[in-house]
């Protein structure tokens, strides 16, 4: 069946560097793409929705990049703080649109 | 925002024996769902439902699952008997409509299965 990877599946970085977190799809018809945030004890909190026709996607403090060609979907956090550590999860809306696919999530940790 | 429940957040039970796993979702959300995870693996979507019934499952939602929600209260996943293999987290979302329309969910509950 398709498949949503993620990678890597930890991640350590430094207050105030970059981290990136990469998925692969492999559904070519996938048209809804999800980033999601989920801090201990907590739900998923969605970061932000991708829709197949934009490929630069700006948040506040991040920034989603798809590339159809490669069918790959990245989160870019450009100055990470404490605060954004916590597992984040990429997810590719099924082709019925009635639920999600998700990748198997990074744990981001930020070292002060 | 909007939050969903999970009640309770952690259950143990015997092989065998029958759990249900409460979701209390959104109060003006129609759609929702289950979702399982396995320990270090990816989370998977079981069932989702819509005005009382069950609109779409995968081959994860054994016959030993179920769900309902009656009128007004928890949106519910039942499992009848529990095997070792059903511990996991469950998670359960909720959503205004399908597709993208956001899909709020739970902290989870999970379940050790002895």
């Known amino acids: 069946g398709e498949q949503v990877e993620q990678r890597p599946p930890h991640l350590s970085v430094r207050e105030g560097d970059s981290a990136v977190i990469i998925c692969t799809y492999t559904?070519?018809?996938?048209?809804?793409f999800f980033w999601y945030k989920q801090e201990p004890g907590a739900g998923l909190q969605l970061l932000m929705k991708v829709f197949s026709s934009t490929e630069i996607n700006e948040g506040q403090g991040f920034t989603v990049l798809l590339n159809k060609k490669d069918k790959q979907l990245s989160l870019n956090l450009t100055a990470a703080h404490p605060g954004d550590s916590a597992v984040y999860f990429c997810a590719a809306l099924s082709d019925s649109g009635t639920y999600q696919r998700f990748g198997t999530g990074t744990k981001l940790q930020v070292v002060p | 925002g909007p939050k969903v429940l999970q009640i309770p957040s952690h259950q143990i039970i015997d092989m065998g024996q029958m759990v249900t796993l409460n979701c209390d979702p959104v109060?003006?959300?129609?759609?929702f769902y289950w979702y399982k995870q396995i320990l270090g693996q990816q989370m998977e979507f079981l069932v989702n439902f819509y005005n009382g019934k069950v609109m779409e499952k995968s081959k994860l939602f054994k016959d030993q699952f179920s769900v309902e929600r009656p009128d007004g209260s928890y949106f519910t996943l039942k499992i009848q008997p529990t095997a070792l293999e059903d511990s996991a987290v469950y998670f359960c979302a909720s959503s205004t409509d399908w597709g993208s329309y956001e899909q709020y969910f739970g902290p989870g509950t999970r379940l050790t299965v002895l």
């Open positions: 109060s003006n959300h129609l759609y």
């Open positions: 559904d070519p018809n996938s048209y809804y």
